[in-house]
């Protein structure tokens, strides 16, 4: 490929369903011009639950498919997927370049936080991976790291119950069962972003909230124009939707997750991905 | 097979993952000399979200998986799979008697109604099957029925709130949905049983509530007895626990719908059921 054709190619967009579409939103704002193909593997769905050899397994498979149409860059829009499968990815992907939602919100927080006293909520498969404890560690060692799992924060956003009695309830329940003493709360769940305001009452104003979708979008800003692969000129970009499983329940919570309608297609898995289905 | 050796054959237990086990919970009391063996096709939950046809193929791999064990009654425990995948098992698995959890609670919601105005509580996928409503008109053609999907209410039995504000705040506003002119409401989730107390707080006391699990033990005590196929005698059954993923959490859970631990062992799939998996 020529350095043109690397620079108009589509960004992949991979989440195991719909939370990655808060990445996604972060990403389009931030990259006008660039082409996008979103695949979300709601066959698979929930990751959070899953084993990491199956997160692995469904990462690769899902990672092959967005391939077959010569992305420039992956971005892993699933921080499940991203604590278990991205560090193997890049040797398994023909060293196809690999961004994940962690290291982004990771580093955000590292800088952002006074203290060094730093919470992340997250799904149960993304705190026991101890990935973002590493990669906040990494940047900041002094770090002191709670980690909460709230996965009923995952349901109550698809049920569209963001505010309300419901989420006060829920999200205040969560956060009681935090040390008070942190100065940055870290949504690691491409859900949770929608939950930002509501979770944002309960805090004191001296706490900053990061979440990874808009850090992620800056990151994947960064890479592309280090690595000369930022389409660029005036043209609006396009975006491709595909999921695994089930595209008529995607289309009607993408409205929630976006703010408009979107066409989503069914992507039945082909050769290699359909034999380990 | 003598008559014999097929009355002291296991039954076979079936879920998507862990709500069966309310069943399982109410098929142990009410045989307690039967022996089980319970599958949790915890790689694929949850089953509500997914297509039919993803349904069918996985209750057909795990049903074939559970008749290795000369399993001589099949309880599909999941409503999802009852829902979409029960009318054509028979037929898919050499005639091997098949039992759900649908039929039980809608006869019981037929026959204890008044008025014959009857709600179901259910999750997304047996709402869209509409098999619940099928089956209650099928006992009571003049019913008039209600349908709500309550996603959440999964999510928080997982949790283990089943009772508190969250709780609270969470079915109250699921009942604020329904119409109030119901004298029955029927609990259509295997998870459902646990939140029963916190449900029946928010109802008026005229409104009887139907569980699919206790209701399912019955109709299979019945079915076993007709059929010549009930295990007597004066020994304990013995029940073995198999899940398709992440075995811990399984087993961390169970005890929020047992009362007690349990040892669960990991089934990976195997011949013609890994090939599709």
Redesign the interface.
Known sequence: MSSEDKRTSPIGVFDSGIGGLTVYKALRAALPHEDFIYLGD?????YG???PE?VLQYTVQAARELMENNIKLLVIACNTATAVALPSLPSLLEDLPCLGVIDPGAQAAAKTSITGRIAVLAT?GTVKSGAYAAAIKHYRPDAHIQMLAC??L???V??G?SD???A???IS?YLSMLQPDFDVLVLGCTHFPLLASTIRKHLPASVQIIDSASTTAIAVETFLVRNDLLRVGTEVGKTSFYVT??PE?FERLAERFLGYDINVENREPTNSYA???
């Open positions: 709601t066959a698979h769905l929930p639950t899953k084993s199956a149960e996965n009923l995952v349901a109550l698809e049920e119950w309300g009695a419901e006060d309830a829920i329940r499983n089930a329940r034999a380990r289905t």
